[in-house]
């Protein structure tokens, strides 16, 4: 069928990827099942190969219950009122439907809170990739004055130990005291539960189902696939190349948020942010980091015209010349990238006390 001939590129790069994050230390192949006692099960169209466990940090039912748990308990930050969950919330796909996130005091940050779905198969967090791992991401934003606001970890860690219930699930998963690193593990952990599969689109293309899309979607699933060049930086079965790429957002105002330059210096990622996947896309509006476009089909003529121009640019970015039809397919394609995997989550209902 069509269908098998169209991800056997694919899997094949998947399997060349899979080899590259063993070098870097991951437990990525299908051996991390049987040394983790809680992995999830993936939904169609997700590859386990690349489903990313540090081999310091295996999955446990107990660390995913501890991490959901610090998830959502708004104690951890300074006084009581922001939790993980209040910019990443299960009612909209993880994100909080704002164009920036809003933290302790209502303070507002510079960016868009990026969606917390399938972080197991990406390695640098971060719109700027900042967080070599999901673990250093999980901890970052404690100490974020805007965010958390905890002063150091010192008084986050002061406080936990202030709530006996947490010191004893600490030592009941990690067999010790409450650390940041043990934190960061705990997150980490109920984050890689996170999933979203098993959408039209992958009923379609990889279950070869062809009454999965609508004539329309299929037509924008070539859109995407062929001239609207989607895939040159939405690539792979989770619609990301992992990199960062300059569009021109932010180049058309007073001040540039330069984005990954800020972690490397480097003159080249002036500008540049990482690729989002683009799985639950239509449901976690408003889009780019600085959430500017509340519709997708905004996000279309934006890319249409060839982004913002400006010195640093990505060359991939360039004007696609679609009609209003391509465009409405495009979009109707976008919203069949919706799946499951990530609607069992839901609040504790009482905390460690």
């Known amino acids: 069928m069509i269908w098998k001939h169209r991800i056997v590129p694919i899997l094949s790069a998947l399997r060349v990827s899979a080899v590259i994050g063993f070098a870097f230390g991951f437990a990525i192949s299908p051996a991390v099942f049987a040394a983790n006692s809680a992995m999830p ?10 489903f990313v466990v540090p081999k310091d940090n295996p999955m446990t ?18 006084n009581n009122t922001i939790s993980c969950s209040v910019c990443h919330m299960p009612t909209v796909a993880f994100t909080d439907g704002q164009p920036v996130s809003s ?36 901890v970052g934003p404690f100490v974020n004055p805007v965010e958390h606001g905890f002063v150091d970890y ?10 006996e219930g947490y010191k004893k699930e600490f030592k009941e ?7 940041v690193d043990r934190i960061g593990k705990a997150i980490a952990t109920f984050q890689r539960t ?9 009923r379609y293309d990889v279950g070869g189902d062809d009454k999965a899309l609508s004539a329309p979607a299929k037509r924008g699933l070539e859109l995407f696939r062929g001239k609207a060049r989607c895939t040159k930086c939405h690539s792979g079965f989770n619609f990301t190349d992992e990199k960062f790429h300059n569009i021109g ?3 058309d105002k007073d001040t540039v948020d330069t984005g990954r330059f800020n972690v490397t210096k480097d003159p080249k990622d002036m500008g540049a942010f990482k690729t989002p996947s683009l799985r639950e896309i239509s449901r976690t509006a408003p889009y780019m980091h600085d959430g500017r476009f509340a519709r997708l089909i905004d996000v279309v003529n934006f890319y249409n015209q060839g982004g913002i121009k400006n010195p640093f640019q990505d060359p991939l970015i360039i004007p696609l010349e679609l009609t209003e039809d391509e465009k409405k397919d495009l979009v109707e394609f976008l919203g069949n990238l919706s799946g499951e995997g990530w609607q069992h989550v839901t609040p504790p209902s009482e905390f460690p006390m």
């Open 154 to 163: 010192n008084e986050m860690i002061a406080k936990m130990n202030n709530i």
């Open 61 to 78: 039912k107990e660390k995913i219950e501890l991490g959901r748990l610090l998830f959502f308990d708004k104690r951890l930050s300074r």
């Open 103 to 138: 933290g302790i005091r209502h303070q507002q940050g510079g960016r868009s809170a990026p969606m917390a779905i399938n972080r197991a198969f990406s390695t640098l967090q971060f719109w700027d990739g900042r967080a070599p791992t999901l673990e250093d991401q999980s």
């Open 249 to 251: 957002i932010g180049f």
């Open 173 to 179: 998963v990690f067999g010790g005291e409450i650390t």
């Open 194 to 202: 996170i999933l979203s599969g098993n959408s039209p689109f992958d």
């Open 41 to 50: 099960e993936l939904p169609l169209g997700l590859e386990e190969t690349l």
